[in-house]
T-cell receptor, first 115, second 116 residues
């Protein structure tokens, strides 16, 4: 049981390049999330998905797109990377999102540097 | 709007000392959950505990204990007899309900360094 996995672990991009981060979970969770973590800022929600084929914006969605074509996968895309997107990106999943009892389980993170 | 404040940014202790990490929250919800996560130097986020707003019993798990006080809106985390392996960033988080969905709000984290 791998839980939540993320690919890649590290990536360096040049300004203007594009890339996709992949998140996969094997817990059959309905809900998936993408966060970014910046020094002194805690974790901030970028986008989330309430199920296959549905996505929604979080707190800081600008510059990112997401897709959830399969229940177990949640992709985060950067179409034109900017230095402000240098961050550590975490994917998480939970059984549901309609209850405040639900626990989110996190992946190991992807460290992205945009030069 | 909900908010989580972790006023301590960095704490340094010597091994075997006890240390308490503070967490204060704000919410208008009557039903909510509080969480602690640990982020060791390896970078992953590890879920430690979840506590609901109706349960003010303290919880102890080995060297870890949590004190939830609704009257002061606090959910503090104590590590007894700290060890070097406890060195990490610790996040407190609040899960309330925002419309039809829950919303998880994190504090900014406390960096704990345990020196041998």
């Amino acid at each position: 049981n791998a839980g939540v996995t993320q690919t890649p672990k590290f990536r360096v991009l040049k300004t203007g390049q594009s890339m996709t981060l992949l998140c996969a979970q094997d817990m059959n969770h309905e809900y998936m999330y993408w966060y970014r973590q910046d020094p002194g800022m805690g974790l901030r929600l970028i986008h989330y998905s309430v199920g296959e084929g549905t996505t929604a914006k979080g707190e800081v969605p600008d510059g990112y797109n997401v897709s959830r074509l399969k229940k177990q996968n949640f992709l985060l895309g950067l179409e034109s990377a900017a230095p402000s997107q240098t961050s550590v990106y975490f994917c998480a999943s939970s059984y549901s999102r309609t209850s405040s009892a639900d626990t989110q389980y996190f992946g190991p993170g992807t460290r992205l540097t945009v030069l | 709007a909900q908010k989580v404040t972790q006023a301590q940014t960095e704490i340094s202790v010597v091994e075997k000392e006890d240390v308490t990490l503070d967490c204060v929250y704000e919410t208008r919800d009557t039903t909510y959950y509080l969480f602690w996560y640990k982020q060791p130097p390896s970078g992953e986020l590890v879920f430690l505990i979840r506590r609901n707003s109706f349960d003010e019993q303290n919880e102890i798990s080995g060297r870890y204990s949590w004190n939830f006080q609704k009257s002061t809106s606090s959910f503090n985390f104590t590590i007894t007899a700290s060890q070097v392996v406890d060195s990490a960033v610790y996040f407190c988080a609040l899960n309330g309900v925002d419309g039809a969905n829950s919303k998880l709000t994190f504090g900014k984290g406390i960096t704990l360094s345990v020196r041998p």
